[in-house]
C-alpha cells in the first residue's frame, strides 16, 4: 500500500464526548479541560505507535452552552452571537487543545505525525422537524429548583438530562452531509492525524441557489462522526463514553452489560426503548446506522480507560454485523 493510500482497516474515527472533557462537578476551567484530553489522548498515541489512524471528533454540549451563557450574560455590553457561531468557536478552541495535546503525546512518545484540526460544515435540513423539538441537553447542570427559577425568569428550556440533573435543551437536527469531505479524505490519504467534526460540525444548510448558510442548533456529535466514518470509508467508528460497556436494563436489578451485539440486536434493544434520547440513544443510533451502511463496520462504544482493551476486543461493547 502507498502512501497516498489509506488503509480503511487501520482508519478509525473516534468521538469523545464534551462531557468527558468538561466532566460533571467541575467547573469547566481551561486547566480541567486540558487535563481531561491529555488523558484521553494517551491511549489514541498508543494506538497510532500500532499503526493506527484516526479521525479525532469531540462533544461540545458543556462548552457551547457554558459560552451561550457568556453571551447571554454580556448581551448589553458586546453584541450577541448566534448559535451556529458558538458552535465554529468550538470547534477551534477545542480543536487548539485536542490537537496540541496529541501533538505533546506523540513528541514524548518519539512519534512524528502531522495533526490538523479541520472547524468542519456539517449540511442540515433547516426544516427537518427536530428544529421545533430541542433534544440536545447543552450546559451546566441544575437542581430542579434552580431550573424551574430559569425557566420563569429567562424563559429557557430546561429538562431533566437522563437522570444527571436539569440542563438547557437545543434543536440538534440529523446530519446530511460533511461540506469538506473531500478535503479530509486528500489529507487522510497524506497520513494526517485529523481533529475534525468537533461539536457535531458548524450546522450548515443549502438555499436553493445552492449556496449555504448558518443554522442555530447543537448537531449530536456521535451521528456526525458516523456520518464522517462513512465518508472516509473507516472500518471502526469508536465512542467514547462515561462507561467501558453499554447495558440493558440500566438502574435495574436486571441490568447487565453487552460484550458483543449484532446489528439485528441492537435494533431489537434500540426499538425495546433500552437507550435513553440524550444519552446513549443517539450512540445506538450512529452504531446500527455505521454497521448498516457496510458488513464490515464494527463499532466499540467505551470509556477512555478501557480503549487500548477495547480496540483488542477484550473491553467495551462491540456492534457488528453478524
Ligand atoms: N455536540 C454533541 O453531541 O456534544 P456532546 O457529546 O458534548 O453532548
Not at 500500500?1 to 478509525?12: C, E, I, N, R
Not at 470509556?303 to 462491540?318: I, K, Q, Y
Request: proline content about 6%.
Amino acid at each position: 500500500m502507498s502512501h497516498t493510500q489509506v488503509d480503511p482497516h487501520k482508519l478509525a474515527v473516534i468521538a469523545l464526548g464534551g462531557n468527558a472533557i468538561i466532566a460533571k462537578g467541575q467547573k469547566g476551567l481551561v486547566q480541567e479541560q486540558f487535563e481531561n484530553v491529555r488523558r484521553t489522548v494517551d491511549p489514541v498515541v498508543e494506538l497510532i505507535a500500532q499503526g493506527y489512524n484516526f479521525i479525532v471528533t469531540h462533544g461540545n454540549g458543556p462548552q457551547v452552552g457554558n459560552l451561550l451563557l457568556q453571551n447571554e450574560l454580556a448581551r448589553e455590553e458586546v453584541p450577541e452571537i448566534p448559535l451556529a457561531m458558538l458552535d465554529a468557536m468550538t470547534c477551534g478552541s477545542m480543536g487548539y487543545m485536542i490537537e496540541q495535546c496529541l501533538q505533546n503525546a506523540m513528541i514524548r512518545r518519539g512519534i512524528w505525525k502531522n495533526v490538523v484540526t479541520i472547524p468542519a460544515q456539517v449540511i442540515v435540513d433547516r426544516f427537518d422537524p427536530a428544529m421545533e423539538a430541542p433534544t440536545k441537553p447543552i450546559g451546566p447542570f441544575y437542581t430542579e429548583e434552580q431550573a424551574q427559577k430559569l425557566i420563569q425568569e429567562k424563559g429557557w428550556l430546561l429538562k431533566e438530562d437522563a437522570g444527571r440533573g436539569w440542563r438547557r435543551f437545543v434543536a440538534s437536527p440529523y446530519p446530511i452531509d460533511i461540506v469538506e469531505k473531500e478535503a479530509i479524505r486528500q489529507l487522510l490519504r497524506q497520513q494526517y492525524l485529523l481533529v475534525t467534526g468537533g461539536g457535531g460540525g458548524i450546522p450548515v444548510s443549502y438555499h436553493e441557489d445552492g449556496t449555504i448558510e448558518g443554522v442555530d442548533c447543537v448537531i449530536d456529535k456521535d451521528l456526525a462522526s458516523m456520518k464522517l466514518a462513512i465518508a472516509v470509508h473507516a472500518r471502526t467508528l469508536i465512542i467514547i463514553t462515561g462507561v467501558p460497556k453499554v447495558t440493558l436494563n440500566f438502574g435495574t436489578p436486571q441490568e447487565r452489560s453487552l460484550d458483543r451485539i449484532t446489528l439485528a440486536q441492537a435494533r431489537h434493544y434500540y426499538q425495546e426503548g433500552q437507550f435513553p434520547a440524550g444519552s446513549m440513544g443517539p450512540k445506538m443510533m450512529a452504531a446500527i446506522e455505521f454497521v448498516q451502511a457496510d458488513p464490515e463496520n464494527r463499532v466499540i462504544i467505551t470509556n477512555e480507560g478501557s480503549l487500548m482493551e477495547a480496540v483488542a476486543g477484550r473491553e467495551g461493547t462491540h456492534i457488528v454485523a453478524y
